[in-house]
């Protein structure tokens, strides 16, 4: 139900903005998030955002990475900014069950997921 796009291999300083689209659900109202997994590393979470648009990061792409959310388009996306080479992940979009809920920073609180895209940050 959720598909993200948008990876690919960049250079470091570069930008890449990944998108999520969402069918059969809407992600109005819904708290959503951006996490990603490296190799031989846990999901972690990069960015959230609550139902009313209330947004948080992790701390390593504070000021470089931007969560938003279209209504009209029904996606999410992630516009990261001065991309690092440990930024390299696959990044996975995720959707709350329930709408008008806060941020979740707990990977089991997200019901819906995409399938990953693969950033490459070469150095």
């Known amino acids: 139900q959720l598909q993200a796009s948008g990876g690919g291999l960049v250079q470091a300083g570069d930008s890449l903005t990944l998108s999520c689209a969402a069918s059969g659900l809407s992600f109005t109202f819904r708290a959503v998030g951006w996490f990603r997994q490296a190799p031989g590393k846990e999901r972690e979470l990069v960015a959230a955002?609550?139902?009313?648009?209330?947004?948080m990061y992790e701390d390593s792409v504070k000021g470089r990475f931007t969560i938003s959310r279209s209504n009209a388009k029904n996606t999410v996306n992630l516009q990261m900014n001065s991309l690092k080479p440990e930024d390299t992940a696959v990044y996975y979009c995720a959707a709350e069950r329930n709408a008008y809920t806060a941020i979740r920073r707990n990977l089991h609180e997200y019901a819906y997921w995409g399938q990953g895209t693969q950033v490459t940050v070469s150095s």
């Open positions: 955002m609550n139902w009313s648009g209330a947004t």
